[in-house]
T-cell receptor, first 109, second 114 residues
């Protein structure tokens, strides 16, 4: 069965610190993976998308993600967190777009 | 700007009273989706339309119905809302179905059932 797993339901970082949100996918998931961000009481917004053109994908707001087939991972990173990054982040993929459970990012001043 | 619009943003209905949520899109996408999202959970797909072809998820309750009268509009009807149906309802579109196509989401309608 296809699955997308996000490690850590909550991540807390200080402003200016590295952001790392983890996502692993089952090997049966096709090689198209997405990260979405959701701010409170809003819909989901696409951050970035992997389509096999390059393993390192750059997205909006300074985020990027690296596709590692050997580790079946697609972790999301940002070098320096900003207060405005506080939100819920969803990794997604699969034939019918399976969403991970989400990771809430907290940014401390 | 091309977008996905949901109305209303907040809807209050009474237990058992039918309610309709609406979604419109200016992207001219073939596919429209309805998701239910409960607090601190991932969106759960209820159904989707590919053009006029309706695709229901196996575990979507019969209480939930949908209509797509044209490319731009899609409606979610909840025939007899229960307290457990209180959630955020998200509409999304994509150009085509398939794993490579990202989805574009509306802002959601938060449904309260009293």
């Amino acid at each position: 069965a296809q699955s997308v797993t996000q490690l850590g339901s909550h991540v807390s970082v200080s402003e200016g610190a590295l952001v790392l949100l983890r996502c692993n996918y089952s090997s049966s998931v096709p090689p198209y993976l997405f990260w979405y961000v959701q701010y409170p009481n809003q819909g989901l917004q696409l951050l970035l998308k992997y389509t096999s053109a390059a393993t390192l994908v750059k997205g909006i707001n300074g985020f990027e993600a690296e596709f590692k087939k050997s580790e079946t991972s697609f972790h999301l990173t940002k070098p320096s967190a900003h207060m405005s990054d506080a939100a819920e982040y969803f990794c997604a993929g699969g034939f019918k777009t399976i969403f991970g459970a989400g990771t809430r990012l907290f940014v401390k001043a | 700007d091309a977008m996905v619009i949901q109305n209303p943003r907040y809807q209050v209905t009474q237990f058992g009273k039918p309610v309709t949520l609406s979604c419109s899109q200016t992207l001219n996408h073939n596919v429209m989706y309805w998701y239910q999202q409960k607090s601190s959970q991932a969106p759960k797909l209820l159904f989707h339309y590919y053009d006029k072809d309706f695709n229901n998820e196996a575990d979507t309750p019969d209480n939930f119905q949908s209509r797509r009268p044209n490319t731009s509009f899609c409606f979610l009807d909840i025939r007899s809302p229960g307290l457990g149906d209180a959630a955020m309802y998200l509409c999304a579109t994509s150009r085509l179905t398939g794993s490579s196509y990202e989805q574009y989401f509306g802002p959601g309608t938060r449904l309260t059932v009293t």
